[in-house]
């Protein structure tokens, strides 16, 4: 088992319900020391008091079983919302809100997520064709044919 499996293991042991989940670890060296960072998130949003106590119970078990026996650091946070969508539990979190998609075949979409489905998302966006005003449509796109989602701010 590689080392970012064994500490994933360790950082579902510790969530503290179902509603939280792991978005993503990064295993990296930076200047003598392993850098492990730990990314979740929750269905109902995420406390700072959460990410410190999975970071204290990973911690724990980490040196207690002597899986990084020198120094390192370790970083637990949520994604923050420059980091792109990963998973449908993410998406549906996100329902109501506007989105950047870019598509495999490079296109970009914004728009508004309506809804999460198995295999797609369902967004409305403004269509603009030229000589034509602006339209609003819904459209649904295949997961499998997205490459990046970013949740975009609205500071209305």
């Given at each position: ?15 503290p319900d ?5 978005v993503?670890?990064?295993v ?5 020391k ?10 109902a ?21 002597e899986?990084?026996?020198?120094a ?48 797609d998302i ?5 269509k ?11 459209i649904?796109?295949?997961?499998d044919?997205?490459k ?9």
């Amino acid at each position: 088992m590689s080392l970012k499996q064994t500490i994933e293991e360790i950082a579902e042991k510790h969530l503290p319900d179902a509603s939280h989940f792991i978005v993503d670890i990064m295993v990296a060296e930076k200047a003598h020391k392993p850098h492990v960072k730990i990314l979740i998130d929750a269905d109902a949003g995420l406390s700072i008091d959460t990410c410190a106590q999975v970071s204290r119970s990973v911690g724990e078990e980490i040196e207690a079983k002597e899986i990084l026996p020198d120094a390192y650091i370790l970083e637990v946070s949520s994604p923050g919302l420059d980091y792109p969508l990963s998973s449908k539990r993410q998406y549906t979190k996100n329902i109501g809100r506007k989105l950047k998609i870019t598509l495999l075949d490079g296109k970009d979409i914004e728009g508004e997520l309506l809804a999460v489905g198995n295999a797609d998302i369902q967004l409305k966006y403004n269509k603009k064709e030229k000589g034509k005003k602006a339209s609003e449509e819904e459209i649904n796109l295949p997961l499998d044919q997205i490459k990046k989602s970013i949740v975009l701010v609205s500071f209305k």
